[in-house]
């Protein structure tokens, strides 16, 4: 006969997975920094509880999740301002919770209730949080995290559009040209998303914005940096010659002041800067 003294421990429902989360990172508004080890062991239960979420959406290397559970878990997520906390405790969270919670928010962003995205659903209704994680690229300690989370976002166009009409955009023509290279490079990708994903909607954005966009690009395709020329040259040529965007195209390469950019960008140093320079130059042939 064999005893045991321990009983397994039963795996924590969606429900309860949420609330504990929610409990956790709340529990972190009641330390200080005076208060080094309680903040620590806050962190820690945080840390715990991502862990446990993590699990719970994409399985524990043995079982597979249970998708019934994922989706339970998107809607318990939604529920009393959890998502909310997610985001907005993000800067003070550590290395591993941050990764976890990334992993975990691509998962639960994909997931569908009753045919519905919930947590893109949520966060069309709490758009702030879309501006906060935009804001966030200009904190180098949590700026690749927010990136990941924010092109997740981008895959829904009502989520895109929101960005791309806020007063939050126009940040990321500072964010590409930030001095850490790595932000850069990511707000680049996520700048790029924003622009190539969801063609009607960017073409709709453009008609409306045209001036104030074009004003704002010139300084990228003019920029004493290299990468930030050659890029910034071969985005255009992406966004412009989408069947969408032609009549913006057609705008655009008919304006002497862009036409005079186009022309001085055929003569830079780079052999790469003047072949895109050329693909939208032989528009106007």
């Known amino acids: 006969m064999s005893f045991s003294f321990f009983k397994p421990s039963r795996p924590k429902t969606p429900q309860e997975v949420a609330k504990a989360i929610n409990d956790s990172l709340m529990a972190l508004d009641t330390q200080t920094v005076v208060e080094v080890k309680a903040l620590e062991k806050a962190l820690e239960e945080v840390e715990k509880n991502f862990g446990t979420m993590k699990c719970m959406v994409s399985g524990d290397g043995e079982t597979e999740p249970n998708m019934d559970q994922v989706s339970q878990l998107a809607l318990e997520i939604c529920k009393e301002g959890v998502l909310d906390l997610l985001i ?12 976890d919670l990334v992993h975990c928010w691509s998962i639960l ?11 893109a659903e949520y966060i069309e209704n709490h758009l702030e949080l879309l501006d906060f994680l935009v804001v966030c690229y200009d904190n180098k300690e949590i700026a690749l995290n927010c990136g990941n989370m924010l092109r997740d976002c981008i895959r829904f166009p009502t989520l895109a559009k929101y960005i791309l009409e806020s007063a939050s955009f126009v940040l990321f023509f500072k964010f590409v040209e930030l001095p850490n290279f790595d932000v850069a490079s990511d707000a680049f990708s996520t700048f790029k998303d924003l622009l190539t994903k969801h063609g009607t909607v960017v073409s709709e954005f453009l008609t409306a914005h045209y001036d104030e966009f074009f004003d704002l690009y010139e300084k990228l395709l003019t920029s004493p940096n290299y990468v930030t020329r050659r890029q910034s040259l071969k985005l255009l040529s992406e966004f412009l010659l989408e069947t969408p965007n032609s009549h913006i195209m057609k705008r655009y390469i008919l304006e002497v002041r862009y036409l005079k950019v186009m022309m001085t960008l055929l003569k830079d140093s780079s052999k790469n800067i003047q072949i895109s320079a050329f693909h939208i130059f032989k528009a106007t042939i």
């Open 88 to 99: 907005h405790k993000l800067p003070i969270l550590g290395w591993e919770a941050r990764k």
């Open 109 to 119: 962003l994909k997931q569908k209730v009753d045919s519905t995205y919930c947590c």
